[in-house]
């Protein structure tokens, strides 16, 4: 109970922001510009108000409990339930193609990286913190990698904080930069975010913001399976960077237990949910009346987008301008250069990709 009432704050903020945006959304839409769907999303909007109430309101610590718990497992549970959306067969097609693209951008950023340590004079720990911050999964990677090489606090904050402003850029501006470039290709697309994006939550952002913009869920469901498979490089990376960094330190000692993201699990059961009831109940009749199959499928897809917009409000709030402003330069350019590295790279192979037709 005691955790339950330190949770609730929280939680009920996010929520809170989460609804105040889904209503502003719809008056802009219905009321100022006549459409039925917004020009503003309600995800973005839900960012930004959760930024505004965090840098000018000061919520206090009350909150804080409750806002890592949205940003961290209301979150995944969305991510979860964000599997009923998906068959096998998606999960077969775009993470067998998403693989040769995941690596081509993990190496760009790597040779990058070896090039700012010897030319950009920042340390050897911050490059590697934003290497496999931006080539993986952000502050999970970051999180993970910091004991491998005995990271400074100071330099997990900066990390951190380089990721942050970068990731959040790209979640507000790629979903219309991609649909640009690749002419509402929803495939590409989802590619690209899934990429190009460094936070799986930012990534879910992106996807939720292209939906609501356009009118289209493709896009999420391919941003999300590729975002799951970047996330299972860790298992690889992880070791590899602890060979590398700490072969004379006993990196053999070093653990990879508790690495492997287990939301990817929960993504992938309710993949197998939805494959099994559409191919028993839907296409054979069986056990129940196709019609109430149709109906929870849409419940629980509903109920995925709301949990993920709460997480999005909480992440609007877990974001601290002033962190960002305090920032030195050489950082910042390594991780703004990282970052452009891995969206040109993704557009270049995506591109390649197309031609040679091995995106369908």
Request: positive net charge.
């Amino acid at each position: 109970m005691f955790r339950l009432n330190s949770l609730l704050p929280g939680i009920l903020l996010s929520t809170v922001i989460y609804l105040l945006a889904d209503i502003i959304s719809g008056f802009i839409g219905k009321q100022i510009f006549f459409y039925d769907r917004s020009p503003i999303s309600t995800v973005l909007l839900a960012i930004l108000i959760g930024i505004t109430v965090n840098n000018f309101i000061k919520i206090g610590e009350t909150f804080s409990k409750g806002i890592n718990f949205s940003l961290k497992f209301i979150l995944r549970l969305g991510i979860i339930l964000l599997g009923i959306r998906i068959s096998i067969s998606d999960v077969l097609i775009y993470g067998s193609v998403s693989i040769p693209l995941i690596v081509i951008c993990i190496i760009s950023v790597l040779l990058f990286v070896r090039f700012s340590i010897k030319h950009l004079n920042i340390t050897s720990e911050m490059s590697y913190l934003i290497a496999i911050g931006t080539s993986i999964c952000g502050v999970s990677a970051i999180v993970a990698m910091a004991p491998v090489i005995n990271a400074k606090r100071g330099e997990i904050a900066y990390a951190i904080a380089n990721i942050t402003i970068f990731g959040m850029l790209g979640m507000l501006i790629y979903p219309y930069l991609a649909n640009f470039i690749f002419d509402g290709g929803e495939n590409s697309i989802g590619l690209f975010l899934g990429t190009a994006i460094h936070d799986t939550a930012q990534v879910i952002a992106s996807g939720l913001i292209y939906e609501q913009q356009f009118a289209n869920t493709k896009v999420i469901e391919v941003s999300t399976i590729t975002k799951l498979v970047r996330n299972t490089f860790l298992l690889l990376m992880i070791p590899l960077f602890a060979y590398f960094y700490n072969k004379e330190k006993n990196s053999k000692d070093y653990s990879t237990k508790g690495i492997f993201p287990l939301f990817v699990v929960g993504f992938l059961l309710m993949v197998i949910l939805r494959t099994t009831g559409d191919e028993l109940i839907t296409n054979r009749g069986l056990f129940i009346d196709p019609s109430l199959w149709d109906q929870a499928v849409s419940q629980l897809k509903e109920l995925s987008v709301v949990f993920l917009s709460i997480a999005m409000a909480a992440l609007g709030l877990s974001i601290n301008i002033k962190e960002l402003k305090d920032m030195g330069y050489k950082p910042f350019v390594v991780g703004f250069s990282a970052a452009a590295i891995v969206g040109v790279v993704s557009i270049i192979t995506i591109t390649i990709f197309n031609k040679i037709n091995l995106i369908l």
